[in-house]
């Protein structure tokens, strides 16, 4: 049987010259048909990427505000993007570039005798003369700059130095900057004075992920867009269109998860999915591929932990994270997952018939179930303790032994009551039954109070401190050694109404702004929940300290109108009486010569109120508050 071969290849030398055979294995760069073979394969990233505004998936709001500049000619002069990565910063700025150099010779023609100069197109279909060279980044009067290598100030004087000549055939001359937060600062302030007053045939287009590192002088010289995030139902359908298109076969499931992963980028979403289609091999990709391919733990044994966590069943959740970390799972990982279920516990608690889960039907289900079995105050304690423990995972020596730890937390704090509960305790009631059911928990039983302070425990005895005067705040505050923040209270707080959980009070001249969120986190921690702490500036009753010093005074005239008292001071001219108990006086009777001290008399209106050496039987206690 005769043997195919290749087609000879045409000769370009003298007739009887033979050329060199071509390399037919090689793929061309530009991806050309013909004797280089069939085209190299370009990613859905690449592919699909955006080529008019309509295209913009999310972006509405920026579309909208350049559609209206361009309609009425208000066009800035530099614009700023933003946003996470792949959300199209760089797309979008080759959009703008291609709108502000638009032109078509069927748009010219209709223009009836209007000048291009003065009408940039924001509808780019079809495509103008500039357009390709434009999204291939290839146009002279287009230039391109990453701020990551191009960061001194010598770059920024080239590039100022080519924006004041005319552009070669287009409109504008724009340039584009990607990265611009890598600039140096001399290269920022090298750039101010331009980008504030550019000639008019230049526009400066940036792009940043980090806009915080931008200089406000800089950000203040541009009109600024926030591309958003792709929410993941929204990234989800994307790719289910791009899978239509493609003519491939993944899983909605794994679309799901691909679009989670993905973190709204949808660059990164296209990345994994190209990989994922692979995995199918040209059958339907599956989610236990998906799974797989990116690292994942299995999101129904993480609901199955979840489940033992609620159910405070501490072996049985220590078991399955312990079996899912040995299997391979990340500890870090494994904690963000329980905090995506925590997340949606509590959009299914807040959404209640509106919520729609964004995978299985069977995820769902068993995710409103364990809404039902908890509270939102329990959903959102669950979250701080993932929060804290995701960190703890960072900076442990061990991540799974601290990711087991965490997971024991949670599970001790769901056998806690919630803190509805708690709070139905402290006020004196029955507890109110949560949502969750747990039979084999005793009910939680309230104590009535023995104590000014009163203290409610549950089963495992975690003490509640209850506080309903201002009293019992302060008397608090003295048993904790709480000096400076009882100091303040006594001297700033002039209580208008005091229950638990609200405190609401006057304040006196010169109360420190952050005096009402000092108070309000002490007792809180205290407490375990959650306080009203409102402060007017109406007068109102005397404080404490006020209080006190007033009947000081009192007693202080009252002792210097005893008759022997008035006796001592007529025989001792410029004598003073002074309390011993008073911290003032204390300090000035410490502070004063010792001549001076022999004219003090000492009043003492601690245990026996007494006059030392001269009234001994003076008796006079102070009131009780």
Same mark, same amino acid.
């Given at each position: ?157 080239? *590039?100022?130095?080519? #924006? &004041?000549? %005319?552009?070669? +055939? =287009? /409109?504008?001359?724009?340039? $584009?900057? !990607? ?75 794994? *679309?799901?998860?691909? #679009? &989670?992963? %993905?973190?709204? +980028? =949808? /660059?990164?979403?296209?990345? $994994?999915? !190209? ?75 807040? *959404? ?61 704090a769901a056998s806690l009551p919630s803190p509805e509960d708690a709070m139905q305790l402290m006020a004196g009631g029955a507890a109110v039954p949560t949502p969750k059911s747990r039979p084999e928990r005793e009910p939680v039983r309230a104590e009535a109070p023995t104590a000014s302070a009163t203290v409610a425990q549950d089963d495992h005895h975690h003490p509640v401190v209850r506080m309903s005067s201002l009293h019992e705040i302060i008397a608090e505050l003295e048993v904790r050694r709480e000096a400076s923040l009882k100091y303040e209270i006594e001297r700033f707080v002039r209580p208008a109404e005091i229950d638990f959980g609200h405190f609401r009070y006057s304040a006196a001249p010169n109360t420190p702004s952050n005096l009402s969120q000092k108070i ?106």
């Amino acid at each position: 049987m005769a043997s195919k071969k290749p087609p000879k290849p045409p000769s370009d030398g003298p007739e009887g010259d033979v050329a060199e055979p071509r390399d037919t294995m090689t793929a061309s760069m530009f991806a050309d048909d013909g004797p280089l073979g069939p085209p190299a394969y370009q990613v859905l990233a690449r592919k699909y990427r955006p080529t008019r505004f309509e295209d913009l998936v999310g972006q509405e709001a920026m579309v909208r505000t350049l559609t209206n500049a361009f309609r009425t000619g208000r066009i800035a002069h530099a614009f700023m993007l933003t946003g996470v990565r792949g959300v199209g910063k760089t797309t979008t700025a080759r959009l703008l570039a291609r709108a502000l150099n638009y032109r078509t010779r069927d748009w010219e023609s209709n223009t009836e005798g209007k000048t291009l100069v003065d009408h940039p197109f924001m509808n780019l279909d079809p495509p103008g003369e500039h357009c390709a060279s434009i999204m291939e980044s290839r146009h002279p009067d287009v230039l391109e700059l990453d701020a990551a290598s191009h960061t001194g100030v010598s770059d920024m004087r080239d *590039l100022l130095d080519g #924006a &004041r000549y %005319a552009p070669v +055939s =287009a /409109r504008y001359k724009i340039y $584009i900057i !990607d990265e611009v937060h890598m600039l140096s600062t001399a290269a920022f302030n090298a750039l101010l004075k331009t980008l504030e007053e550019p000639p008019p045939h230049v526009k400066f287009i940036f792009a940043t992920t980090e806009i915080r590192k931008v200089p406000v002088t800089v950000l203040s010289r541009c009109q600024r867009f926030n591309l958003q995030r792709f929410s993941t139902e929204a990234l989800t359908e994307h790719l289910a269109n791009i899978c239509k298109a493609e003519g491939a076969k993944v899983a909605p499931e794994a *679309l799901a998860l691909i #679009a &989670r992963a %993905a973190e709204g +980028s =949808a /660059r990164d979403a296209l990345s $994994i999915l !190209d990989q994922a289609i692979v995995q199918g091999d040209g059958k339907e990709a599956s989610v236990e591929q998906v799974r797989d391919m990116l690292g994942l733990a299995d999101r129904s044994r993480v609901l199955d932990l979840m489940e033992k966590i609620i159910a405070a069943d501490h072996q049985a959740a220590l078991t399955e994270a312990a079996a899912l970390l040995e299997q391979g799972a990340d500890a870090p990982v494994l904690i963000k997952d329980l905090m995506d279920s925590v997340v949606e516990i509590s959009r299914a608690q807040a *959404l209640k018939d509106g919520y729609a889960f964004v995978g299985p039907a069977d995820w769902g289900k068993r995710t409103k179930a364990m809404a039902a079995q908890l509270s939102p105050a329990q959903s959102a304690r669950m979250w701080r303790l993932l929060l804290q423990g995701f960190e703890d995972c960072a900076r442990a020596p061990d991540p799974s032994a601290a990711a087991q730890m965490v997971v024991l937390r949670m599970a001790a704090a769901a056998s806690l009551p919630s803190p509805e509960d708690a709070m139905q305790l402290m006020a004196g009631g029955a507890a109110v039954p949560t949502p969750k059911s747990r039979p084999e928990r005793e009910p939680v039983r309230a104590e009535a109070p023995t104590a000014s302070a009163t203290v409610a425990q549950d089963d495992h005895h975690h003490p509640v401190v209850r506080m309903s005067s201002l009293h019992e705040i302060i008397a608090e505050l003295e048993v904790r050694r709480e000096a400076s923040l009882k100091y303040e209270i006594e001297r700033f707080v002039r209580p208008a109404e005091i229950d638990f959980g609200h405190f609401r009070y006057s304040a006196a001249p010169n109360t420190p702004s952050n005096l009402s969120q000092k108070i309000k986190d002490w007792l809180e921690s205290v407490s375990g929940v959650e306080w009203e702490v409102l402060q007017s500036d109406d007068g109102g009753p005397e404080s404490t300290s006020e209080k006190r010093k007033r009947r000081g005074r009192e007693k202080l005239q009252a002792a210097q109108a005893h008759p022997r008292i008035a006796e001592a001071l007529r025989l001792f001219p410029g004598a003073r009486v002074l309390r011993v108990d008073d911290p003032d006086a204390q300090e000035e009777m410490d502070d004063a010569p010792e001549p001076a001290r022999a004219n003090i008399i000492h009043v003492d209106f601690g245990h026996r109120e007494r006059v030392e050496g001269i009234v001994p039987d003076l008796e006079e206690r102070e009131d009780d508050e």
